[in-house]
């Protein structure tokens, strides 16, 4: 199908999420989460004022909980709504009070307010945290209206702590928050706040100066504000995503920067992906590292593979999102990714020399219209990619062999004249084109199918030892014979691309499907190290484990295999225990160790390290091999976190 008709269709992936968004929010209540960079920005009141302006227009809201911290604008604003009891204990003599889950269902209202989406439960509640109660009353249908400060969002939590000098202790998943149906931001400007904290109308004396003094200091609220801020763009603009992929409109829409950065095999891939990265952290950008295997590609150099494995790998050390296709052309794949996911940058490689003539450079330009493009420029400390890799020994060999068969086939069809009729003769001739389709290169398989046609003709054709047809006949059948030998080629090199992709499907499916089935009714943390080693042994030979830490070492929960860790490999998987990366064999951290080390890394932190021993590791340890191996590791941390909370 034509490029352009391709681009302007929903892609089916995008409307099944889409299908799933909308049946999951029909499903249940509306989550509306009022978010600030500070306490006393004005989220409470301004979900209380917008409450009642929607009471009036005939919706039935309640609250569930309230904290006005004893301020007079907002004490009278609470006091208007009808208030769902609270449910109360005793904890050490001090008396906690909660929201009533099992009152707010029973009640059953349009909408009900609830504050302070990032605390924690007093003991003895249904849920250790309070956005699990939110989570049941939204699956009973009742819509949610509730408050959270940018500082309690998971995966800000350390850069908050590290910037402000803070530690919060209270976080919410971010897979919680990006479930709301809609963020309002409460912003207010620092000046403005300040002078409510001097005021009193946030804090009262000592507790509002030394408010002042440490967390409220004006640096740190001009850094939380600005995070605030530029969550809640992100959040639009996956809503916008979302919105624009449902319609298939093809513009940039995109209310942030995404960068992709296209790369092939070469020696200045990993020095491309390193300026990638850079590029993304300096606008502080999603960033996307992308290969596209072509299909007279498929058979790279072992040189070729080191070059593309070592920039993947960086790729993935360095956060990035990996995405590798298989196709027939280069540019299409490119444009389509980035259309369909609103790139904003591209970052390629700059062609030199003779590569001009073949890079893929140019087409892109000419059809990234509203995408900017930055050329990276090899330094002169960088090795030029050579132009002689289009003709690699394997290429020479396969016109060799394709050169050889031909000439051993005419000579068969030299001596069976006189015996055979022409027509079986030309079926005879018709073998290397076969050979040559099923197992190399397209342009060798045209250069085989012209070469034996013109032998053929030369030597089994009247007038012999010419070129001349004195039958018109074998001339319509010479066309038909070429015009076979091109589908035999384009089937067979389609064929040679589909049956890895088709592997690689069934084994990313076999490995992750399955492997949520199993942890799924799994309610101990044993038997889940257990069943996770048993499914990881599946995958090739070889010995596996699931280590934890230990005193001072780390110790073996779980194994498939015999296996006795040393002292070189047991310090490697500590490295990867503390440092959260992986390590080991084939990678670019204590490669000298035997096995590959994956952390099981949560949202909080590491809770072991899978260790990887393959008989055949140069071979399971790829690219493609190792996201399936951090696929299972994310499944196996939900899993457990499930069974610890």
Same mark, same amino acid.
């Given at each position: ?19 799933? /968004? ?67 204990? /005793? ?16 009640? !059953? ?106 967390? @409220? ?13 530029? /969550? ?17 409109? #093809? ?19 990993? !020095? ?28 790279? #150099? ?29 540019? $299409?794949?490119?444009?389509?990714? $980035? ?46 990619? #050579? ?11 396969? /016109? ?28 005879? =001739? ?8 099923? @197992? @190399? ?24 030892? #010419? ?36 592997? =690689? ?108 021993? @393959? ?31």
């Amino acid at each position: 199908m034509p490029e352009q008709v391709d681009d302007e269709r929903p892609d089916p992936d995008d409307l099944l999420s889409l299908v799933e /968004y909308e049946e999951r929010s029909n499903k249940k209540g509306k989550l509306i989460i009022y978010l600030g960079y500070a306490a006393g920005v004005g989220k409470t009141y301004t979900m209380l004022y917008e409450g009642l302006s929607a009471r009036t227009e005939g919706r039935d809201i309640v609250t569930g909980y309230i904290e006005t911290h004893k301020r007079p604008e907002t004490d009278t604003l609470a006091d208007r709504y009808e208030s769902i009891p609270l449910w109360t204990t /005793y904890y050490q003599g001090i008396s906690l009070k909660e929201p009533d889950v099992d009152k707010i269902i029973e009640r !059953n209202p349009e909408i009900v307010l609830i504050d302070e989406l990032a605390h924690t439960n007093a003991p003895g509640t249904r849920h250790t945290y309070r956005y699990q109660d939110i989570e049941d009353i939204l699956q009973v249908g009742i819509s949610v209206w509730t408050t959270l400060n940018i500082q309690h969002i998971e995966s800000l939590n350390d850069k908050v702590s590290q910037l402000t000098r803070v530690l919060i202790r209270e976080t919410v998943p971010d897979t919680f928050v990006q479930k709301a149906d809609e963020v309002r931001v409460v912003d207010i400007s620092p000046e403005g706040l300040l002078k409510r904290l001097k005021e009193g109308k946030v804090y009262i004396g000592d507790l509002a100066r030394e408010a002042i003094n440490h967390f @409220f200091s004006r640096e740190n609220l001009l850094t939380l504000r600005q995070f605030a801020l530029r /969550y809640v763009a992100e959040y639009v603009d996956v809503s916008i995503m979302r919105l624009v992929k449902s319609k298939s409109l #093809s513009e940039s829409w995109s209310a942030i920067d995404r960068i992709l950065v296209a790369v092939r095999p070469g020696p200045n891939a990993e !020095n491309l992906v390193r300026a990638g990265y850079r590029l993304a952290a300096r606008l502080d950008a999603e960033w996307t590292v992308m290969s596209i295997v072509e299909e007279q590609d498929y058979s790279h #150099s072992s040189q070729e593979d080191k070059w593309l494995k070592a920039p993947l790998d960086t790729a993935r050390r360095l956060g990035a999102t990996i995405v590798r296709y298989r196709g027939n052309d280069v540019v $299409a794949e490119i444009i389509r990714y $980035a259309r369909r996911n609103h790139i904003t940058t591209m970052l390629m490689g700059k062609p030199k020399g003779i590569n001009i003539l073949f890079s893929p450079v140019y087409r892109i330009i000419r059809k990234s219209a509203g995408i900017d493009l930055i050329l990276y420029d090899a330094k002169d400390t960088d090795k030029p990619i #050579s132009i002689k890799r289009q003709l690699t020994v394997k290429i020479r060999e396969e /016109y060799i062999a394709g050169a050889i068969l031909v000439g051993d086939v005419t000579w068969v069809n030299y001596l069976l004249t006189g015996k055979i009729s022409p027509e079986n003769q030309l079926i005879i =001739q018709f073998i290397p084109v076969v050979i040559t389709g099923l @197992f @190399f290169r397209r342009d060798v398989t045209i250069v085989v199918a012209i070469t034996s046609i013109l032998l053929f003709d030369f030597t089994l054709v009247k007038p012999y030892y #010419s070129l001349a047809i004195t039958d018109w006949e074998y001339f319509i059948s010479f066309i038909g014979y070429v015009i076979i030998a091109l589908i035999i080629s384009t089937l067979a090199t389609r064929l040679r691309h589909m049956v890895p992709q088709i592997w =690689q499907s069934e084994a990313r499916v076999a490995a992750v499907g399955n492997l949520s089935q199993i942890l799924a009714d799994v309610t101990d943390t044993q038997e889940l190290y257990e069943s996770l080693v048993d499914h990881i042994s599946h995958i090739g030979r070889g010995r596996f484990a699931i280590l934890t830490p230990g005193i001072n070492k780390m110790e073996i929960r779980a194994k498939k295999g015999e296996l006795v860790l040393s002292e070189k490999e047991a310090s490697i998987a500590w490295w990867v225990y503390e440092h959260g990366d992986c390590a080991g064999r084939s990678t670019d951290t204590l490669a000298g160790g035997d096995g590959y080390y994956l952390p099981m890394k949560g949202n909080k932190r590491v809770y072991g390290v899978i260790g990887f021993w @393959f008989d055949n590791p140069d071979e399971m340890l790829t690219a493609d091999n190792k996201e399936i191996y951090d696929s299972i590791a994310s499944i196996g941390v939900l899993a457990l976190e499930r069974v610890m909370s």
